[in-house]
Structures are given as structure tokens and as C-alpha cells.
């Protein structure tokens, strides 16, 4: 599913673990990244839902991790996973974002 998503969106990777952070698919130029893309996710993930309950704002839906040379987007799939993007061009984000929300709703349906 995950490499279909990269076909079109521009995205450099991208990886679907689970909340524990075991890597569950991965596609793209993602290499050894996959295992540490998908405990960040999970990292990320479950202290921002700590946070999110803590501010009465609820769970998390996803953010923007940016960092010297790309940006990481990390989206709750369900309760049960988190997909993380990788995209290097600034300018293909707008697109990535478009196809992760479009794909997000049958990830949910197969996890």
C-alpha cells in the first residue's frame, strides 16, 4: 500500500509501525531509516497524546518534524499505528500532505 503512495506523491519514504514502534511496512529510499523512523513515530506519538490529554485537546493527528535536510510528517493511523513521511523538497510537502490524508482512511481499514 505504502508503495503506491510513493509513486505519486514525491515523498522520499515512508514507514507504518505500530504504537510500540515495530516497523509493520516500509517503502521508498528508507534503508536502515525504517526501524528508526518507526520508533520515532511511536516516541513521538504517544507522549504527544500525553500531552494533547494533558492540554484537553485530545489524541494526536499528526505533525511536522523538521530537520536540517528534510521533514518528517508522523499521522495517527487508528488507534493502533503511525505512519511517518519523509519529503526533501519543501516545495513537494503541500503534495505529500494531500496523499497522506487521502490514504490515511484505507491504512485504518487494513489495520
Do not use: N
Not at 534503508?31 to 485530545?58: F, K, P, Q, T, Y
Amino acid at each position: 500500500m505504502l508503495a503506491q503512495f510513493m509513486a505519486v506523491s514525491g515523498a522520499d519514504w515512508a514507514s507504518l509501525s505500530d504504537r510500540e514502534g515495530f516497523l509493520i511496512e516500509s517503502a521508498g529510499d528508507i534503508g536502515v531509516e525504517a526501524e528508526v523512523a518507526a520508533a520515532m513515530a511511536a516516541c513521538l506519538a504517544e507522549s504527544s497524546d500525553g500531552i494533547g490529554r494533558e492540554l484537553g485537546r485530545g489524541a494526536l493527528g499528526g505533525m511536522l518534524i523538521e530537520f536540517e535536510k528534510g521533514t518528517v510528517l508522523l499521522h495517527r493511523v487508528g488507534p493502533a499505528a503511525v505512519l511517518a513521511v519523509m519529503c526533501k523538497d519543501a516545495a513537494a510537502l503541500g503534495k505529500v500532505r494531500y496523499y497522506v490524508k487521502k490514504l490515511l482512511p484505507d491504512l485504518a481499514r487494513v489495520i
